[in-house]
């Protein structure tokens, strides 16, 4: 069974004070990993894509990156607006045919000015 | 444009009234989607249309209705729902095709009270 899992759950950082969250994943066929941010009562906003181990993506404070077993997302100098739920979901090939996206549970970022 | 609306923001309903949820994007998506959010839970996938067909149904209640109309409008129809249907209704498009992995794209959500 198709298993993805963040952590930690929840994570309260000082402005400025860069970290990382992770989304470790079992699966077979690994056909792509999505992190995603979501505000409170809104729908997730899209990041990123990471399609192979090796494979790095940044935007702004923001930097993912993949290996076999699991992705990282770094948070660099995080900013109060950066507080929110982060999301990662995988998709993945069985018996030849793309299945639907599997979520993690999330990590609940809260930065403090 | 990366843009997903749904309609209305906010629903109060019944156990005994119709209502209906809209969706709509015009990034030329050919796929679709239902998801149902419960608090601090991900996203649960409800439906799937692909090229305006349904191709997934995850066991979800007859009580909840999808239907789509044209390639860039998604509807669902809820009658009778139960107060633990209450949640947060998000609609997502992306790019169609089984080999590939397509980010989705996401709207703001329903917020569902039922009463």
């Known amino acids: 069974e198709d298993q993805v899992t963040q952590s930690p759950e929840a994570l309260r950082l000082q402005e400025g004070e860069s970290s990382s969250l992770n989304c470790s994943y079992t699966v077979s066929g690994l056909r792509g990993l999505f992190w995603y941010r979501q505000d409170p009562g809104k729908g997730p906003e899209f990041l990123f894509t990471l399609y192979s181990a090796g494979e790095e993506k940044e935007k702004e404070r923001l930097k993912a990156t993949l290996t076999k077993k699991e992705s990282f997302l770094h948070i660099t100098a995080p900013k109060p607006e950066d507080s929110a739920t982060y999301l990662c979901?995988?998709?993945?090939?069985?018996?030849?045919?793309?299945?639907?996206?599997?979520f993690g549970s999330g990590t609940q970022l809260t930065v403090l000015p | 444009d990366t843009e997903v609306t749904q309609t209305p923001k906010h629903l109060v309903m019944g156990m005994t009234n119709k209502k209906s949820l809209k969706c709509e994007q015009h990034?030329?998506?050919?796929?679709m989607y239902w998801y149902k959010q419960k608090a601090k839970k991900p996203p649960e996938l409800m439906f799937v249309y692909s090229y305006e067909k349904l191709s997934i149904n995850e066991s979800v209640p007859s009580r909840f209705s999808p239907e789509c109309p044209n390639s860039s409008l998604l509807n669902l129809h809820l009658h009778a729902l139960q107060p633990e249907d209450s949640a947060l209704y998000l609609c997502a498009s992306s790019q169609a095709g089984q080999g590939f992995s397509y980010e989705q794209y996401f709207g703001p959500g329903t917020r569902l009270t039922v009463t």
């Open positions: 979901a995988v998709r993945v090939i069985s018996s030849g045919s793309a299945r639907q996206l599997t």
């Open positions: 990034m030329g998506h050919r796929a």
